[in-house]
């Protein structure tokens, strides 16, 4: 007897098609993923069938299934069907079948891959839901040389852990740890990473996100810390001084604002140095050996400031 999953499938592929969406796949179709070995097979077979009907849907629907017994079928019809749609979809799903996509590969691609096949590496990865594929996006959140890359790690991890929305944009406590993550200061950086590595062990274990800090917001109240994020998207100059009387998770906050804006920004230079940052030591010494955007006799008045 077929399970609900098979017939779920069966009912989407005769479907009839009502809408444009209906054309570019079956409904249903994630039931192949909760079928057993034999029914998953026949459901694939099923789909290879319709491929002799030239129906792209279910060339489309093979390659996200990962059918890999399919590139043959599949470089037939690129190369033989009279239906140009169907060709080209053809010939793209055997392509996207032919990378391979096992976790070693992906290993070796993050690990000697140039650019741009490390970042699809961590797309991939980002189809994979098992702690092996977690794993492999947090060496490249932690280890890759380019910031684009482990910019986007973190992202897809973001997204897999349902933390994407928690990372909005100065707004939270989750995005300075993203920017400070991708600091190009090796001191910044570290001290966001061992921030990061322990948020990631207690949202894993089941922290609730108002206990994580996750639920706050630089923003929930009128007060400095508001004028201060109208100051950071330009829309207002701020006396940095409002801020000294900060404490707690306010005062951390701005530190972290301010060290991930350290590299590039002289106000921000200037602001730690005003405010008395003694995290920002390493950092600005760090910084005057490699500066670009920051003069170096700010960094230097700050040093002299900070270890006075």
Same mark, same amino acid.
């Given at each position: 007897?077929?399970?609900? #999953?098979?017939t779920a499938?069966?009912?989407? %592929? #005769?479907?009839?098609v009502?809408s444009? !969406?209906?054309?570019?796949?079956?409904p249903?179709i994630?039931? %192949?993923?909760l079928m057993?070995?034999?029914? $998953?097979?026949?459901?694939e077979?099923i789909?290879?069938?319709?491929?002799?009907?030239d129906? @792209?849907?279910a060339a489309?629907? %093979?390659a996200?299934?990962?059918?890999v017994?399919?590139v043959?079928?599949?470089?037939?019809r690129?190369?033989?069907?009279?239906?140009?749609?169907?060709? &080209?979809?053809a010939?793209?799903?055997?392509a996207e079948l032919?990378v &391979?996509?096992?976790?070693? @590969?992906l290993?070796?691609?993050l690990?000697?891959?140039d650019?741009?096949?490390?970042?699809q590496a961590?797309l991939?990865l980002? =189809?994979r839901y098992? /702690? !092996?594929?977690?794993?492999?996006? !947090?060496?490249?959140?932690?280890?890759d040389p380019?910031?684009?890359?482990?910019?986007?790690?973190?992202?897809?991890?973001?997204a897999r852990?349902?933390?994407?929305?928690?990372?909005?944009?100065? #707004?939270?406590?989750?995005d300075?740890?993203?920017?400070?993550?991708?600091?190009? %200061?090796?001191?910044?950086?570290? =001290? @966001?990473e061992t921030e990061l590595?322990?948020l990631?062990?207690q949202?894993?274990?089941?922290? /609730?996100r108002?206990?994580?800090?996750l639920?706050?917001?630089?923003?929930s109240?009128e007060? /400095?810390?508001v004028?201060?994020l109208?100051g950071?998207?330009?829309?207002s100059?701020?006396d940095?001084g409002r801020?000294?009387?900060?404490t707690?998770r &306010?005062?951390?906050?701005v !530190?972290?604002v301010?060290?991930?804006?350290?590299?590039h920004?002289p &106000?921000?230079v200037?602001?730690?140095?005003?405010?008395g940052? $003694?995290r920002?030591v390493q950092p600005l010494?760090e910084l005057?050996?490699?500066?670009?955007?920051?003069?170096? @006799?700010?960094? =230097?008045?700050?040093?002299r400031?900070l270890?006075?």
């Amino acid at each position: 007897m077929a399970s609900e #999953h098979f017939t779920a499938f069966l009912a989407g %592929l #005769h479907a009839p098609v009502s809408s444009r !969406e209906d054309l570019d796949g079956f409904p249903n179709i994630d039931a %192949l993923f909760l079928m057993d070995d034999d029914e $998953r097979v026949a459901a694939e077979d099923i789909l290879m069938a319709r491929l002799a009907d030239d129906d @792209a849907r279910a060339a489309r629907a %093979l390659a996200g299934i990962r059918c890999v017994r399919a590139v043959p079928a599949l470089v037939e019809r690129a190369a033989w069907s009279s239906s140009a749609t169907m060709r &080209d979809v053809a010939f793209w799903a055997a392509a996207e079948l032919s990378v &391979d996509r096992r976790l070693t @590969a992906l290993l070796d691609r993050l690990r000697d891959g140039d650019v741009d096949a490390r970042l699809q590496a961590v797309l991939d990865l980002g =189809e994979r839901y098992d /702690p !092996e594929g977690r794993a492999a996006l !947090e060496i490249a959140v932690f280890t890759d040389p380019e910031p684009v890359v482990r910019g986007a790690a973190l992202d897809t991890l973001f997204a897999r852990l349902d933390l994407l929305l928690d990372a909005e944009p100065f #707004h939270s406590m989750l995005d300075l740890v993203r920017r400070r993550v991708l600091s190009p %200061l090796p001191s910044v950086r570290l =001290e @966001a990473e061992t921030e990061l590595r322990e948020l990631l062990d207690q949202w894993t274990a089941g922290q /609730p996100r108002r206990r994580l800090g996750l639920a706050w917001r630089a923003d929930s109240r009128e007060g /400095p810390l508001v004028d201060f994020l109208r100051g950071v998207y330009g829309e207002s100059p701020f006396d940095y001084g409002r801020l000294t009387g900060l404490t707690g998770r &306010d005062r951390k906050w701005v !530190e972290d604002v301010l060290l991930s804006e350290l590299h590039h920004a002289p &106000d921000a230079v200037r602001a730690v140095a005003l405010l008395g940052v $003694r995290r920002a030591v390493q950092p600005l010494r760090e910084l005057l050996a490699v500066t670009e955007n920051v003069p170096a @006799a700010d960094i =230097e008045a700050a040093l002299r400031r900070l270890e006075a």
